[in-house]
């Protein structure tokens, strides 16, 4: 099955005091995705923004909001999310009792439902859950920080991944998220993701539309 490839940039790495400017760069640059960090100092030892943020940033942006949630309990806040504008929320499988049901309560209103796995988490955690997802999010670095260095056994993780996928559920989608540099696409490509994550890589390297472009050409998609 071929699939498009996708770069959601991390906005963690953007400049936090004109976030309606690069909103709208990313946009004129050909970006469709764009990642938010959220993180609670509980889960992950940073704080960073939540739905106020991302609700006054929706009225205007038409990028696809691909919200990250690095907050323990997320169940408590997944009406506020949808109702901030989140076109997909992640949860992480670490952070809720259970899963299961959180997963359904993200499809029942009526965004598109992603999980999360830290590094060290094994597949197995979400194995039976990939049938009723729409992406499965590997964590390549601890999260909590951008700029990290990329952990290499997130590639054997990711081609098992990609063999489950296969065979339960071939539309789903495979996010990759911490260190992705053009350098790493095209393995991570190879391995099966299909979107990737990218902060410090991205936003440090003006003008957005070439740098997309030179991520589009690492994953052979231009
Ligand atoms: C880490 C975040 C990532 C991170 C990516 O906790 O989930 O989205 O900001 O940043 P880079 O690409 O710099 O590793
Ligand atoms: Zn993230």
């Known amino acids: 099955m071929q699939r498009e ?7 963690l ?7 309606t400017e690069e909103l709208n760069a990313l946009e004129e640059a050909g970006l469709k995705w764009v990642h938010w ?6 889960f992950v030892p940073n704080i960073t923004l939540g739905q106020p943020i991302i609700k006054a940033l929706r009225k205007n942006s038409n ?3 691909d919200v990250h949630l ?19 929320i992640c ?10 049901r959180t997963v359904s309560e993200i499809r029942r209103l009526g965004a598109k439902c992603a999980v999360a796995l830290n590094p060290a988490t094994s597949l197995f955690d979400v194995e039976y859950l990939i049938p009723q997802l729409d992406m499965v999010l590997l964590m390549s ?7 990290q260095k990329f952990i290499p056994f997130t590639m ?3 081609s098992e991944l990609s063999a489950l996928r296969n065979d339960w559920n071939p539309e789903m989608l495979i996010q990759v998220d911490g260190g992705c540099t053009p350098e790493n696409t095209p393995d991570l490509v190879a391995a099966g993701a299909d979107v990737l994550v990218s902060g410090s890589a991205f936003f440090k390297h003006p003008p957005y539309k070439e740098r997309h472009e030179t991520f589009l050409k690492a994953a052979g998609a231009l």
């Open 156 to 158: 054997d993780k990711l």
């Open 13 to 19: 790495s953007c400049d936090f005091g004109r976030m």
């Open 5 to 11: 490839f996708i770069l959601s940039p991390s906005l």
């Open 141 to 147: 670095v601890n999260p909590g920080f951008g700029g």
């Open 70 to 88: 690095m907050i323990e309990e997320p169940e408590r806040y997944l009406a506020d999310f949808v109702d901030a504008g989140a076109d997909l």
């Open 91 to 100: 949860v992480h499988a670490e952070t809720t009792r259970h899963l299961e």
């Open 37 to 42: 960090d959220v993180m609670d100092g509980r």
């Open 63 to 65: 990028l696809f909001f």
